[in-house]
């Protein structure tokens, strides 16, 4: 699923009216959206306070407002303006809510009117914490993607008195006041949400705001509602995508006549003493990922540790120097053969450390092999110094840094990877013909093409040690089933990771939650749909 600016998306329409559906048609759709989604979301509500504007965000709020009349829902329209200056669509939906329904119009031009409407409408309604929350609902359709911030006079003194109330509010396709355009993960002076319906594609504040927090740790919904703009209609614009719209690669159901050696075998190179749990981990979360067969190669001396992770790991013992790191002997000549010969997928770097000469055994992996190749953790520091060799030209390769590893492949500071996330991952990919995971807060996943999928699954109940270590067995599981589809793969590899974490932290404290808990919950993220009964696609939130 495309990610896409303002202008695009004003591209978008223009387009698609030009094909032949007109924007009035694209209103009515996404209204019916909206009261889709409240009726669904807040099935006790009784009363919808639908704040609008005067644009085309208050058209989409005035149809909602329509249908949910229509279904017997008490509402209330206080209009930010005169309606007489109103304009096109925006004017025609309120012409027909008031012909269909007969409501009254609040209209408001100052804040001490807004003040006393808003009162009046939300009279028996306690603001600051009570009984009647579950069946009052309000719609934020003030402004929309289209309108650049900050929000001022009447519109400014709404926002401040929906912050101060506790009322669940939906807005309608942004908060309004949030710049569409924006990438920042949070933004002051917009209005609060407890969700979002947005239309036709995510915007980039979609993918990258925190748009809905919420007091239950995984965000609350930001949802994509299919109003039927064409896909024609969308422009390429420059390749940003959402990862969950891959996901569907790891739907397919099994063919009746499968078997393990159709699913990739799987090899986690690493481990070295001390940090046997780190290759325990990835091995564990690569067999759970649905890999045909997993194998650790790990230092003599932790093979026991690593193999009683589960009864399903096979275990191949190294040799390690007298630090207990992996040795080069493993990867020169015959070794190397047997090492890699018969396998579809190496992982390699989780607890590998950089003692002795285990930098060097990464280096001779990706220069003497073509197997298809994730790099993590210590793997990836094996590079620091010689970014050079990591070429993936004619092979597979992954890496999965987390900011500090990826500022010292780039040789620049962590806050300076940071400031260009985007930027700085498409080049890396492209410059190296390899995918790029650049973790943090929304993953990035880069790819050889210049394409760029953002990740927004995930919590900070990830901030443990083990979910990078869990990330790069998941990356390596998907790889082997699919090695024809590395980009869906690996942008799945991610979602799947997140929105396990999202199942894992939804029924535990953050505090608690450990990285092998997210491997429990892999099961419920592979049966997660990321679209709904209404056909509504959830970019963020659990339904």
Same mark, same amino acid.
């Given at each position: ?29 996404? !209204? ?22 005067? !644009? ?24 930010? !303006? ?46 600051? $914490? ?273 900011? $500090? ?139």
């Amino acid at each position: 699923m495309r990610v896409l600016t303002s202008v695009e998306m004003a591209q978008t329409d223009k387009r698609t009216e030009e094909l032949g559906t007109p924007l009035a048609s694209l209103m009515e759709a996404a !209204g019916g959206a909206v009261s889709a989604f409240v009726r669904r979301r807040y099935p006790e509500t009784k009363r919808v306070i639908a704040l609008c504007g005067k !644009g085309n965000n208050g058209g989409d709020g005035m149809v909602a407002a329509r249908v949910l009349a229509a279904e017997g829902v008490s509402i209330e329209v206080v209009l930010l !303006g005169k309606a007489e200056e109103m304009k096109g669509d925006a004017a025609a939906a309120l012409s027909k809510l008031r012909a269909e329904t007969g409501l009254p119009i609040h209209e408001v031009e100052d804040e001490e009117t807004l003040k006393q409407v808003l009162e009046r409408v939300t009279e028996g309604v306690v603001l600051n $914490g009570a009984a009647s929350l579950d069946e009052v609902v309000l719609l934020d359709a003030v402004v929309g993607t289209g309108f650049r911030p900050p929000l001022r006079s009447v519109a400014a003194a709404a926002r401040d008195w929906v912050g101060e109330s506790r009322i669940p509010v939906i807005a309608v396709d942004v908060p309004s006041g949030w710049d569409a355009d924006s990438t920042e993960q949070t933004v002051e002076g917009a209005f609060r949400a407890d969700a979002v319906v947005t239309f036709t594609a995510p915007k980039l504040a979609h993918v990258f705001g925190y748009m809905t927090p919420s007091f239950s740790f995984t965000p609350s919904p930001v949802v994509v509602a299919d109003i039927g703009s064409p896909e024609e209609a969308i422009p390429a614009g420059d390749g940003l995508s959402w990862t969950g719209g891959s996901k569907g690669v790891a739907e397919r159901p099994r063919g009746p006549n499968s078997n393990k050696g159709k699913f990739g075998h799987v090899l986690v190179v690493g481990g070295s003493y001390g940090t046997a749990g780190a290759p325990s981990m990835s091995s564990l979360a690569a067999m759970r990922t649905g890999a045909g067969l997993v194998t650790a190669g790990v230092p003599k001396s932790v093979v026991d540790v690593v193999a009683g992770v589960a009864p399903e790991l096979m275990v191949m013992p190294l040799e390690e120097g007298p630090e207990g790191a992996l040795v080069l002997a493993n990867v020169q000549g015959e070794r190397l053969d047997a090492l890699t010969g018969k396998m579809t997928v190496l992982a390699v770097g989780p607890g590998l450390s950089q003692r002795g000469e285990a930098g060097a055994v990464v280096r001779e992996l990706v220069a003497k092999t073509k197997v298809p190749m994730v790099i993590d953790a210590d793997g990836l520091n094996a590079f620091a110094e010689s970014v050079d060799l990591l070429d993936g030209a004619g092979r597979t390769l992954v890496l999965t840094p987390h900011p $500090g590893e990826m500022a010292r492949l780039a040789g620049m500071t962590v806050k300076e990877v940071e400031a260009d996330r985007i930027g700085l991952a498409r080049r890396f990919a492209t410059e190296h013909k390899l995918t790029l995971v650049l973790k943090g807060w929304r993953t990035l996943v880069a790819h050889p093409d210049g394409r760029v999928a953002v990740n927004t699954t995930g919590n900070p109940a990830m901030s443990k040690g083990g979910s990078g270590d869990i990330l790069t067995g998941i990356v390596a599981a998907m790889l082997g089933q699919y090695p024809d589809d590395v980009a869906r793969a690996v942008e799945t590899a991610v979602y799947l990771h997140g929105l396990a974490a999202d199942f894992a932290a939804r029924g535990m404290d953050e505090h608690t939650v450990l990285a092998t808990d997210t491997v429990a919950h892999l099961s419920d993220a592979f049966r997660y749909r990321v679209r709904d009964e209404d056909g509504l696609v959830w970019i963020c939130g659990l339904r």
